[in-house]
């Protein structure tokens, strides 16, 4: 079995650790004998919806979403659409994550997003949302916590079609807006979050999570994966929801 993770925007959309979130997916699937294929899409290159599994959209500055997002619309949005209709992966992370809404509303000017999920987010005016947080979600199947950083300046508000990933636990941290308690968007095989960080090594469930949808995407059947021995990967998860006081 092979892995087949495809960045989007790399080279812009990549603050926070979002390599070691790519490195931490090769590392679990090569400890497990499971193969790794990573490639990336920049500006202007199109996507073939069938070659990758695992679809990863990292953090930006506004001024690296200004770069991409309509860009993002016209050469990846098709792809994307049709990839995750037809069960990959996707995981888009804080400033990409913003853009799989309708919009990113910055004062004067609206930023295009992927439409792909039920959302919008504004520059509204206020403190940046920043700080440690963990929220309860119930992706894959049980109640689990999903502990992180978060730091944006733009608030997100889910529309009806939306389901939030998860709620944000015992008021430590934002979420989407600082208001609602939300966090996240969770469609299908699609997360969004605001959580980076090294948010799967802190995370190792839903890395794992995400290697099984991929997996089950490619070769018709949800893997049963091997366990790992996880200790430093449960530590790093322990001093993550410590600092958000969980
Ligand atoms: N530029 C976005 C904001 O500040 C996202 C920032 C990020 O990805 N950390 O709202």
Aim: proline letters at 4%; charged letters at 25%.
């Amino acid at each position: 079995m092979e892995l087949r993770v495809l960045s989007l925007y790399p080279d812009q959309m990549n603050i926070y650790a979002d390599r070691g979130n790519i490195l931490f997916l090769q590392r679990r699937s090569e400890w497990r004998g499971i193969g790794f294929q990573w490639k990336c899409a920049g500006q202007g290159e199109s996507v073939d919806p069938a070659a990758h599994d695992l679809f990863y959209i990292g953090g930006g500055q506004d001024r690296d979403q200004r770069f991409v997002a309509a860009d993002m619309v016209e050469t990846k949005r098709a792809a994307l659409e049709s990839a995750v209709d037809d069960g990959a992966a996707l995981l888009a992370v804080c400033g990409g994550y913003q853009l799989l809404g309708e919009s990113y509303q910055l004062g004067e000017e609206t930023l295009p997003g992927l439409g792909l999920a039920d959302l919008r987010t504004v520059r509204e005016e206020g403190p940046r949302l920043i700080g440690n947080v963990a929220i309860e979600t119930e992706i894959g199947g049980r109640k689990r916590i999903l502990a992180g950083f978060e730091n944006h300046g733009g608030r997100t508000y889910l529309g009806k079609e939306a389901r939030p990933l998860g709620t944000v636990v015992k008021g430590h941290g934002y979420g989407n807006n600082g208001g609602d308690g939300l966090e996240g968007v969770w469609r299908d095989n699609m997360v969004g979050t605001y959580l980076h960080g090294p948010l799967l090594p802190k995370n190792a469930w839903l890395a794992d999570h995400l290697i099984e949808l991929a997996l089950e995407r490619r070769y018709g059947t949800r893997p049963t994966l091997d366990p790992l021995p996880d200790e430093l990967e449960r530590a790093a998860h322990a001093s993550a929801r410590a600092a958000a006081g969980v």
